[in-house]
C-alpha cells in the first residue's frame, strides 16, 4: 500500500498563476482533508471531504477550491496565486472523523 | 480556535520525562496527538475521547481532563527518536473538524 501520495513535491508559481495540487489514497477511507502548514502556526485546515462528491469548507479556505470526484482522489486549486499562499501543503485521510488521519509528504509551494 | 500548546519547546537529555500539554477555551470531545519530525509529514499517536476511551501508541501515555478542556502527553525515558515537534488538535464533537495547536517542539540529546 502507497498509503497517501501527493503530487507534484515542489513547485514554484508567479504571482495570479493557477495550479493544481493531487492527493490519492488507496486505504478506501471516507475523509480527506487539506491543511496548509506556516512555521509557528501549525497545520490548518482549507478545504475537506466527507466522501465522494462531497466537501466543505476548513479554517481558511480563501483562495483555494476543491473536487471530490472519486473516493481515492482530492484534489486543491489555486486559481490565482499569490505569495501569502507559500506554504507547505499537506493532504490527510481518515476512515472516520474519530480515527487517526494518515498524511501525505507534502508539497512545498513558493509563490514569487 | 486554536488550542495552546505549552511549552512552546523543551530541551531533554535521553532518558528524562516530559509533558506536553494542550489547553482549549472551547468544551472539546475528542483530543488528537500528532508527532512531526522535520521534513516529514505528522504521525499519529493516539486519540482521546470524552468519556475515557483511548486508540492509539501502546508507549506513549496521556490524559484528558474534559472539565478544564485540558490534555497532557507523558513522554517517559525519553529516546531520541523521540525528537520532533508534538501537536494536538481538539474538536468539540457533532460535526467539527480538528483544530490544531501551535506544536511543541522536542528535543532530545544524547
Redesign the interface.
Known sequence: NAGVTQTPKFRVLKTGQSMTLLCAQDMNHEYMYWYRQDPGMGLRLIHYSVGEGTTAKGEVPDGYNVSRLKKQNFLLGLESAAPSQTSVYFCASSRERLYEQYFGPGTRLTVT | Q?PVQSPQAVILREGEDAVINCSSSKALY?V?W?RQKHG?????LM?L?KGGEQ??HDKISASFNEKKQQSSLYLTASQLSYSGTY?C?TEGGG?S???????TMLLVSP
Open positions: 486554536q475528542s488528537h500528532y516529514e509529514a505528522p504521525v499519529f486519540i475521547l486508540k492509539g501537536f488538535g460535526y473538524t480538528l483544530t490544531f495547536g501551535k506544536g
